[in-house]
């Protein structure tokens, strides 16, 4: 009898000593995303392909496109427009500084120049930059345009532009007169809104 009880108690305790084998942990489901439209669906992302819509021109970008090419500001100028037009002179100039046109000559009129000064050339806002004009008539002399001013060196050649008031200049030397432009304050000119450029 106490036979049979040890070898019960043995096989017992054996039994306790068998590996538990761990239970199989679940895998987690994924989440089906709702639909387009359902309730707390994410906003769709905006189209950048080439349906996408082009952004609106920051602000004033339309106003500057108004503006006269030539002068920043002033604008060009219209049919029945009521302001002053501001004559634009833009002579061919060769490498002598001769020019083959007259500027317009009022007394304290503002005129756009264009220029470039190709013989010996002063690049900065204190000395004059001469042109001449020569006469065609077979007389000697022609006009003689001194300009101070709105210069600036671009890939070594000197160029004269901008805004400028004319001043008349009297007396003739050797068949020669004598017309001198300054450069006027754009800034000013602009802010009045009186003017507008004479497109050519």
Not at 77 to 103: E, F, H
Not at 162 to 189: K, P
Request: hydrophobic share 35%; aromatic share 4%.
């Amino acid at each position: 009898m106490k036979h049979l009880f040890a070898v019960a108690a043995l096989g017992l305790a054996c039994a306790a000593c068998q590996p538990t084998t761990p239970s199989a942990t679940p895998e987690p489901v994924a989440a089906t995303p709702p639909p387009p439209g359902a309730p707390g669906a994410a906003a769709p992302s905006p189209t950048t392909g080439e349906g996408a819509q082009a952004s609106a021109p920051p602000p004033g970008q339309s106003a500057m496109a108004e503006a006269g090419d030539l002068v920043p500001g002033i604008p060009a100028c219209k049919a029945g427009d009521n302001r002053t037009p501001i004559p634009v002179w833009k002579p061919t100039i060769d490498a002598d500084d001769n020019v083959n046109s007259a500027p317009p000559q009022q007394e304290g009129q503002v005129v756009v120049l264009e220029l470039e000064s190709h013989h010996e050339p002063k690049c900065n806002d204190t000395d004059l930059n001469t042109f001449t004009l020569a006469n065609t008539n077979g007389e000697p002399g022609g006009l003689e345009i001194s300009v101070r001013g709105n210069s600036q060196e671009v890939d070594g050649v000197c160029h004269l532009s901008g805004l400028y008031r004319n001043e008349a200049v009297a007396g003739t030397h050797q068949g020669w007169t004598t017309t001198h432009f300054t450069a006027a304050d754009a800034s000013e000119i602009a802010s009045a809104n009186m003017h507008c450029v004479q497109m050519p």
